[in-house]
C-alpha cells in the first residue's frame, strides 16, 4: 500500500500551487490526486478555448443548480476536469484584491491572512509584463500580461468608463479605487498559463511529487479523530492510499464540501437523511455559499465593421483568425475572455468599490453560458457586486461519491443586495450613454428599454445572468468553533486534515478567485511544513 507524507485532493489552481510549494522540501513524498486528464488537449492553451470546454462534460465538471428566480428556472455551474482545474478553463482575468478585502480576512480572527501576508507571495509567484515595482513581481513562475491597446469599441468604453469617475490605469491591481483598464491576465505569447503548466510541469522534475489524473477520491479515511489516507476510485474498483502526515483537501467549493460529508464530516441530519454514518456533527459544512450573479447589459453597435461578432461568429471569420493566431499568437483568440476590467462603487456614499464590471466588443446569446456570438455587431457590460450577503449551500444528496451535490444558489437576494444590483445596472447603463461609446450605440438589445424599474432589473438580473463562477465560502475558516477550519486551514475535530480552496474563504477577495488562491496555497504550504 503507498503512503505518502502529504495527500492534495483536487489538482486545481489551489492544489496545484500548493502540491508544488510542499515538493520543494526534498524531505517530503507529495502525492496530488485529480480526477480530471492531463492538459495534452490543445483547446486548454488557448485562451479563447474556454468556448470548447467551459460546458463540456470532457473538459468540465459541469453541476446543474436547484431551481431559483421568478420561473424556477436552474443554471449550470462548471469546473475545470484536468490538471490545473478551472484555470486551464476559465476567462484568465488576474485580479488579486487589495489591502482591504485581505485584511478583513485577519479582521475577522484569522491572523496570517493579511494584505502584508500574501503581497510577498504575490511578488515572488509574478512574472508581470508592466515589471517590477513595490506590488508586482517579476521573474516568478506565473507570467501576467496586460493587452496593449485594443478595438476602437474597447477605447470608446474606457474613455466612457473614464467619464463617470473611472479612472483609466495601467495595472488593475496597482490600487482600490474606481478604475478601468485592459484586463490582466495569466497569458503569455498568446498561451494560457495555468496553475498546472505553471507550478506542477517544473515541480514534477523534483522527483518527490507523484500526479496521478483520473483518480477520484471518494472518501477521506479516518481512524478515531485522525485522517490516515483517501479511498480512490481506479476504474476498476477502490484504492486506499495512507498519508504520513495529513491530507489537504483542495477541490473546490463545490466537492470539498462534498467529500467531508460523504466521509462523515457535516451536519447530522443532512448525513443521515444521505445514509451516510456521522464520525463529526459539523452544520456549517457546505452553508453559508455566496456566488457572484452577474447581471448583463448588451448593446448593437451601428457599424458592421466595429467589434469582434463579424469577426468571429462564422465558419470563416473562426478560421482567419484561427490561422491569425497560429502564425502570431495574437488577436481576439489570444485574449482573455473580456477585454476591459472596470471596479466602481454602486454609490457614492459607499466607502470603497464594491463591484466589478467587464467590457468587451462582442455579444453572445442571452442563455446564460451560450458563448455563440450574435453575427450584428455588438458590445457587452457585464457586472456583479462584489460583496453579496445572501448565502446558498451546497450538500451531498446521497452516499453515491460520483452523484453531484445539490446547490441551492444564493440569488434570494436580500434587500442589501437587491439595492447594489439595481444602482449598479444603472451605472453600466450611464457608460453606454456617454461619448464616444454612445455614438457607436444604435441601441439596447438586452434587456431592452422596456426593463426600467426596480423590479423588473432585478427580474432581468434572475433571468438572464448567470454565475461568475466565483463560489466560495461553503467551509469557511474562522475563530469559533462552529466554523469548519480555523485560521491554518485545520479541519476542526479532525487532525491531519485541512482545506485549501475557495470553500475555506470566509470573504471575498475582489471578483476573481484565481489569483488569490494560488497566492494563498503558496502560502498554505509554508504554513503546513512549518507546523511539521
Known amino acids: 500500500m503507498a503512503s505518502y507524507d502529504y495527500i492534495v485532493v483536487g489538482g486545481g489552481s489551489s492544489g496545484c500551487a500548493l502540491a508544488a510549494e510542499l515538493s520543494k522540501d526534498p524531505h517530503v513524498r507529495v502525492l496530488l490526486l485529480e480526477a480530471g486528464k492531463r492538459d495534452s488537449n490543445p483547446v486548454f492553451h488557448i485562451p ?9 462534460p470532457k473538459h468540465s465538471f459541469v453541476y446543474r443548480t436547484e431551481p431559483f428566480g421568478p420561473l ?100 488593475l491591481n496597482g490600487s482600490d479605487e474606481e478604475r478601468a483598464g485592459y484586463a490582466p491576465a495569466n497569458i503569455k505569447n498568446g498561451v494560457r498559463q495555468s496553475a498546472g503548466k505553471v507550478f506542477i510541469k517544473p515541480a514534477e522534475k523534483r522527483g518527490n511529487l507523484t500526479v496521478r489524473t483520473g483518480a477520484t477520491v471518494t472518501k477521506i479515511v479516518i481512524e478515531g479523530d485522525r485522517a490516515v489516507g483517501v479511498l480512490v476510485a481506479t476504474g476498476k474498483g477502490f484504492e486506499q492510499v495512507r498519508v504520513d502526515k495529513e491530507v489537504i483537501l483542495s477541490l473546490g467549493n463545490l466537492e470539498t464540501p462534498k467529500l467531508l460529508e460523504l466521509s462523515g464530516i457535516g451536519g447530522a441530519d443532512i448525513l443521515r437523511s444521505a445514509g451516510i454514518e456521522v464520525v463529526l456533527d459539523r452544520p456549517t459544512v457546505g452553508e453559508r455559499m455566496i456566488e457572484h450573479r452577474y447581471i448583463t447589459l448588451q448593446l448593437r453597435l451601428n ?67 451560450d458563448v455563440s456570438l450574435e453575427e450584428r455587431p455588438g458590445a457587452s457590460i ?39 444590483y439595481v444602482a449598479l445596472f444603472r451605472r453600466m447603463r450611464d457608460i453606454a450613454a456617454q461619448h464616444p461609446f454612445a455614438d457607436m450605440i444604435a441601441g439596447e438589445t438586452s434587456p431592452g428599454w422596456a426593463v426600467q424599474d426596480d423590479d423588473s432589473v432585478i427580474a432581468h438580473a434572475l433571468l438572464n445572468g448567470g454565475t461568475s463562477f466565483h463560489a466560495y465560502g461553503a467551509c469557511a475558516m474562522g475563530p469559533d468553533d462552529e466554523a469548519v477550519a480555523d485560521s491554518k486551514l485545520r479541519v476542526r475535530g479532525i487532525d491531519g486534515l485541512r482545506i485549501m480552496d475557495a470553500s475555506v474563504l470566509p470573504v471575498m477577495v475582489a471578483g476573481n478567485l484565481n489569483a488569490p488562491l494560488m497566492a494563498m496555497a503558496t502560502l498554505a504550504a509554508r504554513m503546513i511544513l512549518e507546523d511539521a
Open 48 to 56: 479563447k478555448g474556454f468556448a470548447f470546454t467551459i460546458e463540456n
Open 72 to 171: 424556477g428556472q436552474t443554471e449550470l455551474w462548471s469546473r475545470g476536469r484536468v490538471l490545473g482545474g478551472s484555470s486551464a478553463i476559465n476567462g484568465m482575468v488576474y485580479n488579486r484584491g487589495a489591502r482591504p478585502d485581505w485584511d478583513s480576512i485577519v479582521e475577522r480572527g484569522n491572523p496570517g491572512w493579511g494584505w502584508d501576508d500574501i503581497l510577498p507571495v504575490y511578488r515572488e509567484i509574478e512574472d508581470h509584463e508592466l515589471g517590477e515595482s513595490e506590488l508586482r513581481g517579476a521573474g516568478g513562475p506565473l507570467h501576467i500580461s496586460v493587452q496593449q491597446g485594443g478595438d476602437p469599441v474597447d477605447e470608446a468604453m474606457l474613455e466612457a468608463a473614464g467619464n463617470i469617475g473611472l479612472k483609466r490605469v495601467d495595472d
Open 303 to 369: 457599424d458592421p465593421a466595429l467589434g469582434y461578432n463579424r469577426r468571429l461568429s462564422s465558419p470563416i471569420g473562426q478560421a482567419v483568425a484561427g490561422a491569425k493566431y497560429l502564425v502570431s499568437r495574437k488577436g481576439p483568440i489570444a485574449s482573455p475572455a473580456y477585454d476591459l476590467v472596470g471596479f466602481m462603487k454602486t454609490d457614492p456614499s459607499e466607502p470603497r468599490v464594491d463591484a466589478e464590471i467587464l467590457m468587451t466588443p462582442f455579444t453572445q446569446g442571452i442563455k446564460p453560458l
Open 382 to 420: 457585464i457586472g456583479n457586486p462584489l460583496r453579496p450577503t445572501t448565502t446558498g449551500s451546497v450538500h451531498v444528496v446521497s452516499d453515491d461519491p460520483f452523484a453531484h451535490p445539490r446547490i441551492v444558489p444564493n440569488y434570494d437576494f436580500d434587500e442589501s443586495d437587491r439595492r447594489k
